[in-house]
Nanobody, 113 residues
Framework: QVQLVESGGGVVQAGGSLRLSCVAS????????MAWYRQAPGKQRELVAT???????NYANSVKGRFTISTDNVKKMLDLQMNNLKPEDTAVYYC???????WGRGTQVTVSS
């Protein structure tokens, strides 16, 4: 059974940075498109960024130029570098493999103004 475990969340002031990581077990990451989603209180879960098995990336307009998604296939990690964070980035961030419909449990990111 595939497992995804996120880490790296926390509380940061606006303008600060955080790096989220997602460790994947029992899969070969290089075969799959992987994604980060987020869900703010009272809002629907939304796509943040994706990376496919060729390394091509895609970002939500709200995070373009500030967030960077990457993978380390040796370490089996999916990362999300988040810079210039804004209060509206506050949410629970989830790691996701679309083709397997597998989610992690999420990590909380809180950005204070």
């Amino acid at each position: 059974q595939v497992q995804l475990v996120e880490s790296g969340g926390g509380v940061v002031q606006a303008g600060g940075s955080l790096r989220l990581s997602c460790v994947a077990s029992r899969i070969t990451m290089s075969l799959y498109t992987m994604a980060w989603y987020r869900q703010a209180p009272g809002k629907q879960r939304e796509l943040v960024a994706t990376i496919d098995n060729s390394g091509r990336t895609n970002y939500a307009n709200s995070v373009k130029g500030r967030f960077t998604i990457s993978t380390d296939n040796v370490k089996k990690m999916l990362d999300l570098q988040m810079n210039n964070l804004k209060p509206e980035d506050t949410a629970v961030y989830y790691c996701y493999i679309p083709i397997l419909n597998t989610w992690g449990r999420g990590t909380q990111v809180t950005v204070s103004s």
